[in-house]
């Protein structure tokens, strides 16, 4: 076996935080640069399978956790509040780094994993070597969630405005993978996944603290719930709508059926460094998987330039 095979064997691991057991799948070489790709709901590390494989073979160490909620994540203790704010995500990246004694990576990520690399990116620029970022600027403003938009955007969000009343938590807990697979259709209509692949991230759903805490998160984005008191200051720091100052590249898929924004061309101003911003037709809300050779491009562009930076 070359060095190379022997240092790219992929492994899933358990990382003690704080408050969480963070299951990740870890893969490529022990002192590559490192990237973290932070998946989206619902979906989980399967969702970069290939993007993983591409990376090691071009010797970046890569980590996949899975995040709060999901998988083998696992809260330690029952009294720790089950939220899924952008700040918790945002911590939980912030802590899996100290624990793994990372101190610079380049964070990627769509959905709920874009806005914790997102959180990460703008209030710890230090610690983030550059940024991969579908849907552009994925932070929250809380105060203007409740605004209305125009019908056609408020139908994509069906599924939020379900998960505020006890029937959509009880249906979520009913029928999970069915849900989640619906989704997938919806938001991703030109892609042709096999019942196979869906039963790869399946599981994952199953996590005993999974509807607990989707439920929070699309009730708290809206204000009709508390978050973690423990994260306040960090919801505060996000309020300002802070400048992302890690150099970026943001990807759309045109094809999108939930973003609102499919062109995410207006966000550019809250990027100090937009290398570029690209768009990719045919392509759904599930990027990584959907076309894992242009994300795991848009991370090597970035590690490079962070190889290329002098200290």
């Known amino acids: 076996m070359s060095e190379l095979a022997r240092e790219s064997v992929t492994e899933l691991c358990q990382v003690e935080l704080a408050d969480l057991s963070v299951g990740a799948q870890v893969c490529g070489p022990a002192h590559g640069?490192?990237?973290?790709?932070?998946?989206?709901?619902?979906?989980?590390?399967?969702?970069y399978a290939k993007v993983s494989r591409l990376l090691a073979h071009q010797r970046v160490r890569v980590i996949v956790p899975y995040l709060r909620g999901f998988g083998t994540t696992r809260f330690l203790r029952a009294d720790t509040p089950r939220s899924g704010e952008q700040a918790a995500l945002g911590a939980?990246?912030?802590?899996l780094m100290n624990a793994l004694d990372v101190e610079r990576a380049v964070l990627a990520g769509y959905d709920w994993g874009g806005r914790a690399a997102c959180v990460v990116a703008a209030l710890w620029p230090e610690r983030c070597a550059g940024l991969v970022s579908c849907n552009g600027y994925n932070l929250l403003d809380p105060r203007t969630s409740l605004a209305p938009d125009v019908p056609a955007n408020e139908a994509r969000y069906w599924y939020q405005f379900y998960f505020h009343g006890e029937r959509g938590r009880h249906g979520l807990d009913l029928h999970r993978a069915a849900l989640a697979d619906l989704l997938w259709r919806m938001w991703s209509p030109n892609w042709t996944f096999s019942d196979e692949v869906f039963r790869q991230t399946a599981p994952a759903f199953d996590n005993p603290d999974f509807v607990d805490v989707v439920v929070h998160s699309y009730r708290h984005r809206y204000g009709l719930v508390d978050g973690d008191p423990r994260y306040l200051a960090i919801e505060s720091q996000l309020l300002v709508r802070p400048t992302i100052l890690p150099p970026t590249i943001l990807l759309d898929g045109l094809a999108d059926g939930v973003a609102v924004e499919a062109d995410s061309s207006a966000h550019a101003r809250h990027f100090a460094q937009l290398l570029r911003h690209e768009r990719v037709p045919g392509i759904g809300h599930n990027f990584p998987q959907e076309c894992p050779e242009v994300f795991a491009k848009a991370v090597l562009e970035l590690t490079a330039r962070w190889s290329d930076t002098p200290p």
């Open 92 to 95: 939980d990246l912030l802590a």
């Open 33 to 47: 640069p490192v990237a973290i790709l932070l998946h989206g709901f619902p979906y989980d590390i399967h969702a």
